[in-house]
């Protein structure tokens, strides 16, 4: 049966997390919400004053985001923070108290930023994480904890389970920032994937870039001897000095799409003023192909604005079929706070004569009203049919009933809503379609 989006639930005995299929764009077009930041903290006596590096898991019609907060400026002090929506990362209720808090002096890993957080069928949860003794300018790693779903108390690993390299190696001051997948289909000694941020002090070599690393259980993990694989960009690029993964999500058709933080420090007035997000696509892990023509997909925001010095895009989620970004911000003075921008996941649109066992005619489209919602079914279904705004928020659920074979269709009246972009899903069958509607 072909379908214009795929959605596969990756899932052998661990993890369970959605990933995007054939459709999932580069996403050159993501929209920040209007409300940002999402997550803030106003007083500045807090322990999460400075908010960063969220890492969001999608549960259900929730979302549940770990963070990292300080209460100073500096890469010092840093717990993990827990924070939870219902109404698709617009609004966000805080844990007060970190749910890991600081380690003891001398711990190799008294601070702590989240990178990943997988949830597996085992109703464990699992986090690999940035944790250093000091700064992490330097001597930074990769730590590990689990939890059940019921517990309060993760259990951490005793040591780090990714380290710096050896001495002369491109990654032996630090590592730092990773992201984690769980692959069903790869060999075994490769069902985990990680891709993390490495650098060492020559000055003959970038700031930091991006290696691999491959683990049977995501605890013991190899290097791929032939890192990094994620270079620094051309020089006057905006990733020409430093870049570090964010999320890395495997499609239906085999791509990885990864969304990374890139800075050009060296053209800019101000160390790390003009972090961006960028994006970029491979096939095995190992090639990468920058997706966007070197340019950023997320850029810093207006003079004045929250996020106008940087934004780093720390984490890509799927809620609704709606594409997620929640990204750090910062403004020079106003500290670190936590942002939510929106893509889309959006169909190819065919004539109705051209359609398929399973695909649906949106017409017209854009509209200012009316339009017709045309669809085929190949065999009788209970289907669904739901509009969602940019956010991931339903809007009207058009249908719920069991409909015949057939070509059928329905109307959308937009008239009452704000110009803009929507999303109509169609389910049937197990099947799920997602195609965009745009309101004049």
Same mark, same amino acid.
């Given at each position: 049966?072909?379908?214009?989006?795929?959605?596969?639930?990756?899932?052998?005995?661990?993890?369970?997390?959605?990933?995007?299929?054939?459709?999932?764009?580069?996403?050159?077009?993501?929209?920040?919400?209007?409300?940002?930041?999402?997550?803030?903290?106003?007083?500045?006596?807090?322990?999460?004053?400075?908010?960063?590096?969220?890492?969001?898991?999608?549960?259900?019609?929730s979302l549940r985001m770990w963070y990292s907060g300080s209460n100073t400026g500096a890469l010092v002090?840093?717990?993990?923070?827990?924070?939870?929506?219902?109404?698709?990362?617009? !609004?966000?209720?805080?844990?007060?108290?970190?749910?890991? &808090?600081?380690?003891? &002096?001398?711990? %190799?890993?008294?601070?702590?930023? &989240?990178?990943?957080?997988?949830?597996?069928?085992?109703?464990?949860?699992?986090?690999?994480?940035?944790a250093s003794n000091?700064?992490?300018?330097?001597?930074?790693?990769?730590? *590990?904890?689990?939890?059940?779903?019921?517990?309060?108390?993760?259990? *951490?690993?005793?040591g780090p389970v990714l380290e710096v390299g050896s001495s002369g190696d491109w990654d032996d001051v630090g590592t730092y920032k990773c992201s984690v997948i *769980?692959?069903?289909?790869?060999?075994?000694?490769?069902?985990?994937?990680m891709w993390y941020h490495g650098w060492d002090e020559s000055a003959d070599t970038p700031d930091? +870039?991006?290696g691999y690393a491959y683990s049977t259980n995501g605890v013991d993990w190899e290097k791929y001897s032939d890192n990094p694989v994620v270079n620094v960009g051309?020089? +006057?690029? *905006?990733?020409?000095?430093?870049?570090?993964?964010?999320?890395?999500?495997?499609?239906?058709?085999? !791509?990885?799409?990864? %969304?990374? !933080?890139?800075?050009?420090?060296?053209?800019?007035?101000? &160390?790390?003023?003009?972090?961006?997000?960028?994006?970029? !696509?491979?096939?095995?892990?190992?090639?990468?192909?920058d997706g966007n023509g070197e340019e950023p997909v997320l850029n810093v925001g207006?003079?004045?604005?929250?996020?106008?010095?940087?934004?780093?895009?720390?984490?890509?989620?799927?809620?609704?079929?709606?594409?997620?970004?929640?990204?750090?911000?910062?403004k020079f003075g106003s500290g670190y706070h936590i942002g939510l921008a929106t893509g889309g996941i959006v169909n190819t649109i065919k004539d109705l004569n051209q359609l398929s066992e399973f695909e649906m005619l949106i017409s017209p489209n854009p509209t200012n009203d009316i339009t017709t919602i045309s669809y085929h079914l190949a065999t009788a279904s209970t289907t669904t049919i739901v509009i969602y705004n940019q956010q991931g928020q339903i809007i009207s659920t058009l249908l719920d009933?069991?409909?015949?074979?057939?070509?059928? +269709?329905?109307?959308?009246?937009?008239?009452?809503l704000p110009s803009g972009i929507y999303f109509c899903v169609l389910k049937a069958n197990d099947e799920i379609q997602t195609a965009k509607i745009v309101k004049l």
């Open positions: 049966m072909k379908t214009l989006l795929h959605i596969r639930i990756m899932a052998m005995g661990l993890f369970i997390f959605l990933l995007a299929g054939n459709n999932l764009r580069a996403q050159t077009n993501w929209v920040k919400y209007e409300n940002n930041p999402v997550l803030e903290t106003l007083d500045q006596q807090a322990w999460d004053a400075y908010t960063v590096y969220p890492t969001v898991l999608v549960v259900g019609d002090n840093y717990q993990i923070g827990h924070a939870s929506s219902n109404d698709g990362g617009e !609004t966000w209720t805080v844990n007060e108290d970190p749910v890991i &808090p600081v380690g003891n &002096p001398g711990d %190799w890993n008294k601070n702590k930023m &989240p990178c990943t957080v997988l949830l597996g069928e085992d109703d464990t949860l699992r986090m690999w994480y940035t000091g700064s992490f300018g330097t001597n930074s790693s990769i730590g *590990f904890a689990k939890r059940l779903i019921g517990d309060n108390e993760w259990e *951490f690993n005793e *769980f692959d069903e289909n790869a060999a075994d000694s490769a069902k985990y994937k930091g +870039e991006i051309a020089p +006057e690029t *905006f990733y020409d000095t430093w870049i570090t993964p964010g999320t890395v999500l495997l499609g239906e058709d085999d !791509t990885l799409r990864m %969304w990374f !933080t890139g800075w050009d420090g060296f053209n800019s007035s101000s &160390p790390r003023k003009y972090d961006k997000v960028g994006y970029a !696509t491979s096939l095995d892990g190992i090639v990468w192909t207006a003079s004045g604005d929250w996020d106008q010095d940087q934004v780093r895009g720390d984490c890509v989620v799927i809620q609704n079929n709606i594409l997620k970004m929640f990204f750090t911000g910062y009933e069991k409909k015949q074979a057939g070509d059928h +269709e329905i109307k959308f009246d937009s008239s009452g």
